[in-house]
């Protein structure tokens, strides 16, 4: 007898970079994913510590954003928007930086809640679009934010380590333009929840024609490994 066909769901999103591709689904749950980010106080007599331990990730994530800005150079060229982007990420932690160390001195709290206390409300407002032309910027302080963090967790910033051989398709919620850089040859194409065509992470994307697409709920819509 013949075997009944189950048919695949069909899911319909939005375009944001065309083409067709074909892999096993991957998860990505994005930086944070493990990290938990907890207050605590810093006693007055270790602040200094602490300072070292947050200017020694700063440095780690400058240099990695360095030589990530080398590579994408070499490869797309120095006037590229890729590579324009790629060296914001240096811009933005230089900007937030002595925010960062002030709410550190001021309010004796461990380095990782300082970042996310100071990164978050320009984040925020930057998602809220209330700062003229720069809502896909959103996504680049927040990146900085998750590089920093992961940092002091004792973690690598280079995102999409556990990536395997086969081709796959990255399903995720939204993507940093630091986790598009860091995307290897055998992602065949992007699902993403959150983001638009002109988010950083399209951009990327289209730049290293790899196919994306938004779709509402897709994590809790598809299986890894489908």
Do not use: W
């Amino acid at each position: 007898g013949m075997k009944e066909r189950v048919d695949e769901p069909i899911l319909n999103g939005m375009k944001l970079v065309g083409g067709v591709a074909v892999g096993k689904t991957y998860l990505y749950y994005g930086p944070f994913h493990g990290i938990e980010i907890k207050e605590e106080k810093i006693p007055a007599d270790k602040i200094s510590v602490e300072m070292e331990r947050f200017n020694g990730a700063c440095k780690d994530v400058e240099e990695f954003n360095r030589q990530k800005s080398m590579q994408v150079e070499e490869k797309y060229g120095q006037d590229s928007i890729i590579a324009g982007i790629s060296r914001g990420f240096n811009t933005i932690l230089m900007e937030m930086m002595p925010k960062v160390v002030k709410m550190i001195e001021a309010e004796h709290v461990n380095a990782e809640f300082a970042v996310q206390k100071v990164f978050m409300p320009v984040v925020n407002e930057l998602k809220e679009g209330n700062i003229d032309g720069a809502k896909q910027f959103e996504v680049d302080y927040e990146g900085v934010m998750a590089d920093l963090i992961r940092c002091l967790s004792g973690k690598h910033p280079e995102r999409l380590t556990d990536l395997v051989e086969e081709d796959v398709v990255l399903i995720a919620d939204r993507i940093h333009p630091q986790d598009a850089l860091s995307i290897k040859g055998n992602v065949k194409a992007i699902v993403l929840q959150i983001g638009g065509a002109a988010s950083h992470g399209a951009i990327i994307a289209r730049k290293m024609d790899i196919p994306a697409i938004q779709i509402d709920q897709v994590m809790e819509r598809v299986g890894a490994g489908k």
